[in-house]
């Protein structure tokens, strides 16, 4: 019974390059969020999906980031441009649907911008 | 504006002891709050939730208190061993609102020492 997976678990990026960061969520999970750590930071809300719906973006960057759950495949976070501000540990989060309030969480793409 | 709030960065309690960890919240639109655990490099761990309903809710070697007129929840760890050494993020949910995201506190690292 896997877990919520993500990859890549690190990533090295120029400046001004695109990182992709996927997740795959939990089996029988279609609610996903992402959120993204900063250094000495807790955890911030990016962005809650359900599968071919955003639902709430209220935290996303309103520039060069945006974020997808298709029907079929994991959900992608998508950086473009990638500033050294972009470097942090971002987590996927899934879980069932309405009636369970628990997260599970992935291990985090940890995402270098050098 | 950090509507979830942990004072305390870090903890130091001896094996065998209580630990207490504090966390304030000022929405009053939260109405299910949250325990999680992170070791390094690992996404965070769901503890035990409670629900605005409750002023307690126990699961093992872990209880979580709410005192909502104080907008104020706990965790309380007894015994405490060294394997609870971690960060501890306490989150609150608006659920009744539509969107299931977590607002995180900023963490507090507790360190169980044998």
């Known amino acids: 019974n896997a877990g919520v997976m993500q990859n890549p678990r690190h990533l090295v990026r120029r400046r001004g390059q695109e990182a992709r960061l996927r997740c795959s969520p939990m089996k029988g999970h279609s609610h996903v969020y992402w959120y993204r750590q900063l250094p000495e930071e807790g955890l911030k809300f990016m962005v809650y999906l359900q599968k071919e719906n955003i639902i709430d973006e209220s935290g996303m960057p309103k520039e060069r980031f945006s974020a997808e759950f298709p029907k079929e495949g994991p959900s992608i976070l998508r950086i473009q441009q990638v500033v050294r501000g972009d470097s942090a540990a971002y987590f996927c989060?899934?879980?069932?649907?309405?009636?369970?309030?628990?997260?599970?969480f992935g291990p985090g793409t940890r995402l270098t911008v050098t | 504006d950090q509507q979830v709030k942990q004072n305390s960065p870090s903890l130091s309690v001896q094996e065998g002891r209580i630990s207490i960890l504090n966390c304030d919240y000022t929405n009053s639109m939260f109405d299910y709050f949250l325990w999680y655990k992170k070791y390094p490099a690992e996404g965070p761990t769901f503890l035990i939730s409670i629900s605005s309903i409750k002023d307690k809710n126990e699961d093992g070697r872990f209880t979580v208190f709410l005192n909502k007129s104080a907008k104020h929840l706990s965790l309380h760890i007894v015994p405490s061993q060294p394997g609870d050494s971690a960060v501890y993020f306490c989150a609150a949910q608006p659920a009744r609102s539509g969107t299931y995201k977590y607002i995180f506190g900023t963490g507090t690292r507790l360190k169980v020492l044998a």
């Open positions: 989060a899934s879980s069932p649907g309405l009636e369970s309030y628990e997260q599970y």
